[in-house]
């Protein structure tokens, strides 16, 4: 009996493991959860980007669209295994700003924040070219 039941657990936590990286891939197929904003100054495009730290983000600006790609790495913890690896790694997201937007990319900033999301913020008209990813501070 002790057989067959080793042979069911083994059974089931492939079935959990094939179906956790099905649902990862996915997730990075899917892109990410976005709002788009607008003041006098500034669009600010916010994405979700759960689980990644400054350096593992991306963003882009060509011909009035944001584009955002993350890199998230899975955290190993002592005496545990993964049977469900259902977080997908390589994530990314776009936006386009309206067609009568009148912005560059200079001056834009982006700010990863504690609670897991990224603040992109493109300023109409100036400013400086190139778009750094800061953490939030504690």
């Known amino acids: 009996m002790g057989r067959l039941v080793e042979t069911g657990r083994s059974a089931l936590r492939s ?3 094939r179906v956790g990286r099905g649902w990862g891939r996915v997730q990075e197929r899917r892109p990410l959860s976005t709002d788009l904003l ?5 669009y600010l495009v916010v994405f979700d980007a759960p689980g990644v730290r400054g ?5 882009t600006f ?4 944001v584009e955002v790609n993350l890199e998230r790495f899975r955290d190993f ?9 259902g977080r997908g790694v390589s994530l990314s997201g776009r936006v386009d700003l309206p067609r009568d937007a009148e912005v560059t990319p200079e001056g834009a900033n982006a700010t990863l924040t504690r ?7 493109i300023p109409k008209r100036g400013g400086s070219s190139d ?7 504690d």
């Open 15 to 17: 079935a959990l493991e």
């Open 38 to 42: 607008e003041s006098d100054d500034a």
């Open 55 to 59: 350096e593992d983000v991306d963003v």
């Open 62 to 65: 060509l011909d009035r669209t």
């Open 77 to 85: 913890y002592d005496g545990y295994d993964l049977v469900f690896p």
């Open 115 to 121: 609670n897991g999301t990224l603040h992109v913020e």
């Open 131 to 137: 778009v750094d990813v800061v953490e939030e501070s």
